[in-house]
């Protein structure tokens, strides 16, 4: 079986700067993926390649074995890859269910007159509510996004990833910024996730004890280059992966 993502030789320059360098790797469905690496490393400029922020310099990237370079992200979305951000990224005059049904509307193109019909759809409905059960956010479906937890405001954004039905979904660090209860929360949601959907996961993370608890395997760049690829014991006995990270940082 192909792998849900391959990727090969991709390299983006931005003038004489080369954020990322002829970077190749391989995500196989179904299994927990994760790129690490110091600051400046290219993870992010790696993952809008991805998602088609940024089209590449040179090289290629395959999803399900088509070819999608350079294809703008509305298309990368709509071909069955999802994306989280840093930052979050919710609506914050919504509701938390108000926020899924709009994202829930989109994917199934089912007009624009939004809410009112909406709430009268009751596939939408049941999908929606199928949602945030499976984040643990049912309690507060008819909550103002602006009253949550920074913690139950990234769950929000998954459940807006969840709602276009991802194959693959690029998890762009998803602790940032969380309380460790916040931490650990998440951790078991991926798991739970992984393990009750057919959704592949992909994440770059910088706290290390969320990539080892939940990764299979993990890439690590550094200087924009791969650096190491292996499962979680083989990276963190890596000596030139301790050396990149100055010691110490690659501890679970």
């Known amino acids: 079986m192909a792998p849900i993502l391959e990727v090969k030789n991709l390299t983006k320059h931005f003038g004489k700067f080369q954020a990322v360098t002829g970077v190749s790797l391989t995500v196989e469905k179904g299994e927990l993926t994760a790129l690490i690496g110091p600051n400046g490393a290219g993870k992010t400029t790696f993952y809008n390649m991805l998602s088609g922020k940024f089209p590449p310099t040179?090289?290629?990237?395959?999803?399900?074995?088509?070819?999608?370079?350079?294809?703008?992200?509305?298309?990368?979305?709509?071909?069955?890859?999802?994306?989280?951000?840093?930052?979050?990224?919710?609506?914050?005059?919504?509701?938390?269910?108000?926020?899924?049904?709009?994202?829930?509307?989109?994917?199934?193109?089912?007009?624009?007159?939004?809410?009112?019909p909406a709430r009268k759809n009751k596939k939408l409905l049941e999908e929606g509510s199928k949602i945030l059960e499976s984040l643990g956010l049912t309690p507060y479906a008819d909550m103002p996004t602006t009253q949550l937890s920074y913690g139950d405001k990234r769950l929000v954004e998954i459940g807006i990833v969840l709602a276009n039905s991802p194959r693959l979904v690029l998890l762009d660090e998803p602790t940032a910024g969380m309380t460790p209860e916040e931490t650990e929360r998440m951790i078991e949601l991926i798991h739970h996730l992984a393990d009750e959907t057919d959704t592949t996961f992909f994440l770059t993370e910088h706290d290390m004890k969320v990539v080892f608890s939940v990764s299979k395997k993990i890439y690590v760049l550094h200087q924009g280059s791969l650096l190491a690829a292996g499962s979680p014991e083989e990276i963190q006995k890596n000596p030139e992966v301790r050396k990149a990270y100055l010691g110490g940082e690659i501890h679970a």
């Open 58 to 116: 040179s090289g290629k990237i395959f999803f399900e074995g088509r070819d999608i370079t350079g294809a703008p992200p509305h298309k990368i979305a709509r071909m069955g890859i999802g994306r989280s951000f840093q930052i979050t990224n919710i609506f914050t005059s919504m509701t938390v269910m108000e926020n899924i049904l709009s994202a829930l509307i989109a994917h199934h193109g089912a007009g624009t007159s939004f809410f009112a």
